[in-house]
């Protein structure tokens, strides 16, 4: 089993930054980690994901370019750096992990065995 603990969300303003942490214990053999966000009334949707032993990222075109992801094999730690922040970045962010993945797979909630239990980031305008 793998636990996850997120921190860093916040109330910010347009065009603010945000570090995200999220720290796993128990069985931290992983091979991936990721983020997922879901807005009041909306469906869950990826963020960002990383490959644990390349640090291979992808991101969804939403926040591509202004949202960084990173790992830390040391602390078993992920982090998500958010800058320019618009309100629509507004939602509950959610760590993830998985032991393994099929390959193409990391975008979906699918792919991951174990959920945090988010941290809030509001984002006014």
């Known amino acids: 089993q793998v636990q996850l603990v997120e921190s860093g969300g916040g109330l910010v303003q347009t065009g603010d930054s945000l570090r995200l942490s999220c720290v796993a214990s128990?069985?931290?053999?992983?091979?991936?980690m990721g983020w997922f966000r879901q807005a009041p009334g909306k469906e869950r949707e990826f963020v960002a994901a990383i490959t644990w032993r390349g640090g291979v990222a992808s991101y969804a075109d939403s926040v591509e370019g202004r949202f960084t992801i990173s790992r830390e094999i040391a602390k078993s730690a992920e982090y998500l750096q958010m800058d320019g922040l618009k309100p629509e970045d507004t939602a509950v962010y959610y760590c993830?992990?998985?032991?393994?993945?099929?390959?193409?797979?990391?975008?979906?909630?699918?792919?991951?065995?174990?959920w945090g239990r988010g941290t809030q980031v509001t984002v006014s305008s």
């Open positions: 128990g069985r931290t053999s992983l091979s991936a």
């Open positions: 993830t992990a998985t032991h393994w993945y099929a390959t193409g797979t990391l975008h979906t909630s699918g792919a991951y065995d174990y």
